[in-house]
């Protein structure tokens, strides 16, 4: 992690104007209140952007970690499973299935025993379109593609329960294969500690049942700390692993990714140990230097791509960085068709409808039902105590002019901009009288995360600033 990059971040007179990254190639500039001291600018380490992706790819394939070559665990009559992640994500999945594929071919496996699934968990499902656009036409016109239906119990294989009473249920052209080579990146992730890895099973192409009982791990000790946290340590991640010790052999082909486009490691192997091996790594260069709790934190979506939704992981990823009774502010470049890719629009728009009055019933009602969901483990308590954290205990405020544009200033209690100077005049309104406030800026929040503070642990690194 490195801050106050000093190309992106000028002082003139009483104002101090920071660019960020706006959507794939564009800029936006951020110009704070007069009088505002200068932010800290908090940067993900982006160095070593790999110039030749599948000559890195090959050479992790030639030496995997913990395990064979793919080429020795294959023959002819093998059935392969491969999972990708879903398009949420910026995975080089086009550009390593090819790879990925021609070696399995190479080894005497037949395309009609090859099947390519799409772990989505409970995000949108796939549809043919999205289909072509994630894995490519030749992969879809040549293999069997699906999209798990996660409602279907038909078409699950029931492989029984983990130690943590998680049953496993997995997609069945996955879990009866005798191979399965998963492809996903390893990013921050508020439950897991980090995403990737046996995740892109474990609930990527699992039934609803096995989802919901993995995601109330989360609630397990105190979840507010799960993010960017050990594996060891990690709930969620150990019935993950628990879950996995009842499924038969898999291949994790996993990477740390910058913007789309950007792959800063591409590694190959036991998943276990290429996911702890990319974590340690996503640690270094994302996670937030220690610093006083902020009085504003900012946080641009970059690199999530444009659904609204997803980009408020942003601000969850760093509500840990800005104080109670403080201010949260997101700059969410969002793309119009993906408006309810995971959230249906005629339900934001009848909470856009409520305005102020049904922002403040949606704070006391957020309270009141974490409280409640927490005392008898409900599943959704923790994306209740998430939204409790964000809009009962902090101010928030999102520019993200198109969903400002379509759904009017409010989003229950969040309030939406299209004007840059506004927001800035109710962020100073929200602070009221503080004096010189703190203001830290995350311009590349989709990477970057601010854990909740933790006692230190005997051999624990912490990134601290440059």
């Known amino acids: 992690m490195t801050t106050n990059?000093?190309?992106?971040?000028?002082?003139?007179?009483?104002?101090t104007t920071i660019t960020i990254p706006w959507g794939a190639r564009d800029a936006l500039e951020l110009e704070l209140p007069p009088g505002w001291p200068p932010a800290d600018v908090a940067w993900p380490d982006l160095d070593g952007v790999i110039a030749d992706y599948p000559a890195a790819l090959g050479h992790a394939l030639d030496a995997p970690e913990g395990c064979?070559?793919?080429?020795?665990?294959?023959?002819?009559?093998?059935?392969?499973?491969?999972?990708?992640d879903d398009p949420s994500r910026w995975t080089p999945v086009r550009e390593a299935l090819?790879?990925?594929?021609?070696?399995?071919?190479?080894?005497?496996?037949?395309?009609?025993?090859?099947?390519?699934?799409?772990?989505?968990?409970?995000?949108?499902?796939?549809d043919a379109v999205a289909m072509r656009k994630r894995v490519g036409d030749a992969v879809v016109d040549g293999y069997r593609c699906f999209s798990p239906p996660v409602d279907d119990s038909s078409a699950y294989v029931d492989l029984g329960e983990t130690p943590e009473a998680v049953p496993v249920r997995v997609f069945r052209p996955v879990a009866e294969a005798d191979h399965r080579v998963l492809i996903g990146s390893v990013?921050?992730?508020?439950?897991?500690?980090?995403?990737?890895?046996?995740?892109?099973?474990?609930?990527?192409?699992?039934?609803?049942?096995?989802?919901?009982?993995?995601?109330?791990?989360?609630?397990?000790?105190?979840?507010?700390?799960?993010?960017?946290d050990d594996a060891a340590a990690n709930p969620m991640r150990r019935a993950i692993r628990s879950a996995a010790g009842l499924l038969g052999p898999c291949l994790s082909i996993s990477h740390l990714i910058g913007a789309p486009g950007q792959v800063l490691r591409v590694r190959a192997g036991h998943p276990d140990a290429v996911q702890d091996g990319l974590a340690a790594e996503a640690r270094r260069r994302f996670q937030a230097p220690e610093a006083p709790a902020a009085d504003l934190i900012a946080a641009g979506n970059h690199p999530w791509p444009g659904d609204p939704m997803q980009s408020f992981k942003v601000l969850l990823q760093h509500r840990a960085a800005c104080r109670p009774g403080g201010v949260l502010v997101g700059f969410f470049w969002t793309d119009p068709a993906e408006f309810d890719r995971s959230f249906p629009m005629p339900a934001l728009r009848a909470i856009a409808a409520a305005g102020a009055p049904g922002g403040w019933a949606i704070r006391r009602a957020l309270a009141l039902a974490a409280r409640a969901a927490s005392v008898v483990s409900n599943p959704g308590a923790f994306l209740l105590r998430w939204a409790r954290e964000l809009v009962v205990d902090r101010t928030v405020l999102v520019y993200a002019p198109p969903l400002r544009q379509r759904l009017g200033p409010r989003l229950g209690p969040i309030r939406l901009f299209d004007d840059r100077r506004r927001l800035w005049r109710a962020a100073a309104d929200a602070l009221g009288d503080t004096p010189a406030p703190r203001v830290r800026i995350f311009p590349q929040g989709g990477l970057t995360y601010a854990p909740e503070a933790r006692p230190s642990a005997p051999g624990r690194h912490v990134v601290r600033s440059k």
């Open 68 to 84: 064979p070559p793919i080429e020795g665990r294959v023959e002819p009559g093998s059935t392969v499973a491969v999972v990708v």
């Open 98 to 126: 090819p790879v990925v594929l021609g070696r399995l071919h190479a080894a005497g496996v037949r395309p009609a025993d090859v099947t390519i699934s799409v772990g989505v968990g409970r995000h949108h499902a796939v």
């Open 5 to 15: 990059t000093p190309t992106t971040s000028t002082t003139t007179g009483s104002r």
């Open 187 to 228: 990013l921050p992730h508020l439950q897991a500690g980090f995403g990737g890895g046996y995740k892109l099973i474990f609930p990527g192409t699992s039934h609803r049942s096995t989802l919901g009982a993995l995601h109330r791990m989360g609630l397990s000790g105190d979840a507010s700390r799960l993010l960017g």
